[in-house]
């Protein structure tokens, strides 16, 4: 046990994650399941390299990718400015939160059919469901942020006479950020399953939920997992990314 | 020292809201130069005064003026060091500079003299997380005086630092009193405190508060901590005393 704590987050993982595909191919032994109701750890690899070699798999991780990055960037985007105006504005917190709240209590996937009847572009459908998904998250994010300002320093920021600008810039948005990068790792995961969802709702001949779709309705489970695995891979790097940016960002942290 | 007033008081009032009178016609002056403390039990007004001081509230009645009619540049400084986390030392005590556009040259050489003046050269690049309480209030009181104001204003600034630490930055803020042009309004909970350090103490009470007394400490300067045991600074705090138990309590 002291052996393992020693060893570097990398190490753990691949154990960890050895050791789930040993269970796995034990279970599909031992029960004897056919390969469309629980496909071994070796089907879905051998899966894999047929898509890869292909070229399938990659394109249409890109195509879904398009739809996921896009989908982060623009909720991200809308959460600022509005979050920034919800946490600033008692008004506008009074005019529009009951809408937002209320929104929340719907499920993207019941109103997903519905974009796509508004919006004729499947790209531009799928980026909206997406959106609808990272938006929330990281807007409660960007406004407890705000909200973890001290008041005697915005005090200080006034009595030096420093413009709205520069309390923004020198004092709001560092003092945010590390609330506003969680809720973007979080954001980072939710684009996934939103350009997903969005996939769904519309399955033209692409991206990762047509792969999925159509593999389940060939009983191809093998493929069916190489798609999951794909997405979790996906959504695993979005949210590194977002933590080597946490990193570079909030270096002084480290020194605590 | 200069007894011209630097600051002027007059039937000073606040309200919160519209019913909740805090402060009732306040009169009195702030010599140039001078350093004056504040005591008062919790919650009786002490740092809406500061606040007024700071212009950062408007009186709801009456005026505050300021020698040549112009408001001061403030220094501002709480019982929370209030660093920024992000910055560095340095960085955080050259904050004002940077808002008030000041030179990078210029204010490197301000910065640096402001950490020596409070000795913390050596801890130029340390995060606030690494500055022990006594540290971090050096920092923010280099960072109160960075832009060396004509006011400066402090809420309760060594409130939560243990005894011996609060001891030995009464004394440091004393020398760089010295050294700096600066007037100093201080709020404190510590009589003994407000007569090692001030010339004078007003005493704040009542609902709505009013100043009840203003007591001059003609302890000769500099000020040392072993004066405590002399009869005349028993004599000024059980002065200060004696107007809190009589016009405060009683
Ligand atoms: N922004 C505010 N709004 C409403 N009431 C306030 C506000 N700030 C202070 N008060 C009230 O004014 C009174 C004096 O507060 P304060 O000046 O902080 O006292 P002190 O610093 O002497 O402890 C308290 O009753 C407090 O609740
Ligand atoms: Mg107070």
Redesign the pocket.
């Known amino acids: 046990m002291t052996w393992l704590r020693r060893q570097p987050a990398w190490v753990t993982v691949s154990l960890s994650f050895g050791l789930l595909l040993l269970v796995w191919q034990l279970v599909v032994l031992v029960g004897a399941y056919d390969a469309f109701i629980l496909p071994g750890p070796l089907d879905v690899v051998r899966q894999f390299g047929v898509v890869l070699v292909d070229g399938r798999l990659l394109r249409h991780s890109l195509i879904t990718l398009s739809e996921v990055i896009p989908g982060l960037l623009i909720g991200a985007g809308i959460s600022l400015p509005l979050g920034y105006l919800l946490a600033k504005s008692p008004l506008a917190e009074r005019l529009i939160s009951p809408y937002l709240i209320a929104s929340q209590a719907i499920p993207v996937i019941a109103i997903a059919p519905l974009l796509t009847i508004w919006i004729s572009s499947t790209f531009w459908a799928r980026v909206l469901v997406a959106v609808l998904v990272v938006f929330f998250p990281v807007l409660i994010n960007i406004i407890a942020g705000l909200r973890s300002v001290p008041q005697e320093l915005y005090e200080l920021m006034q009595s030096l006479h420093a413009t709205r600008w520069q309390i923004f810039r020198k004092l709001e948005w560092p003092a945010a950020l590390p609330i506003v990068l969680a809720g973007l790792k979080l954001g980072a995961t939710l684009s996934v399953i939103g350009a997903l969802v969005g996939e769904f709702v519309q399955p033209r001949t692409e991206g990762l939920g047509y792969l999925l779709i159509t593999a389940r309705y060939q009983f191809k489970t093998d493929l069916v997992f190489v798609v999951l695995f794909t997405l979790a891979g996906m959504a695993l790097a979005l949210y590194g990314l977002v933590t080597l940016a946490e990193n570079r960002l909030l270096r002084w942290q480290k020194n605590q | 020292m200069n007894q011209e007033p630097f600051l002027t008081a007059q039937n000073v009032s606040h309200l919160?809201?519209e019913q909740?009178k805090?402060l009732a016609n306040l009169s009195f002056g702030l010599p140039a130069g001078g350093f004056t403390a504040l005591v008062?039990?919790?919650?009786?007004?002490?740092?809406?005064?500061?606040?007024l001081l700071a212009g950062l509230l408007r009186p709801s009645s009456g005026q505050i003026q300021y020698a040549n009619n112009q408001p001061p540049s403030i220094g501002l400084m709480f019982q929370k060091d209030n660093l920024m986390p992000w910055r560095t030392a340095y960085e955080n005590v050259r904050l004002p500079l940077e808002i008030q556009g000041v030179a990078e040259g210029v204010a490197d050489t301000a910065v640096r003299q402001m950490l020596d003046l409070v000795g913390l050269n050596d801890f130029a690049q340390s995060y606030p997380a690494q500055l022990s309480g006594g540290m971090a209030q050096r920092v923010a009181l280099a960072r109160a005086l960075v832009h060396r104001p004509s006011l400066l204003l402090l809420?309760e600034p060594f409130g939560a630092l243990d005894a011996l630490t609060r001891e030995r930055m009464g004394q440091e803020l004393l020398r760089i009193w010295a050294a700096l042009p600066v007037t100093v309004f201080m709020?404190t909970h510590s009589i003994q405190e407000a007569v090692l350090l001030a010339d004078e103490v007003m005493v704040?009470g009542g609902q709505p508060a009013t100043i009840v007394a203003r007591i001059q400490i003609a302890l000769p300067r500099p000020r040392r901590i072993e004066m405590i045991g002399s009869k005349q600074f028993q004599e000024c705090a059980g002065a200060v005393r004696l107007a809190i138990e009589e016009k405060v309590i009683g």
């Open positions: 919160f809201g909740q805090v008062g039990p919790s919650g009786v007004g002490k740092s809406t005064l500061v606040r809420d709020v704040m």
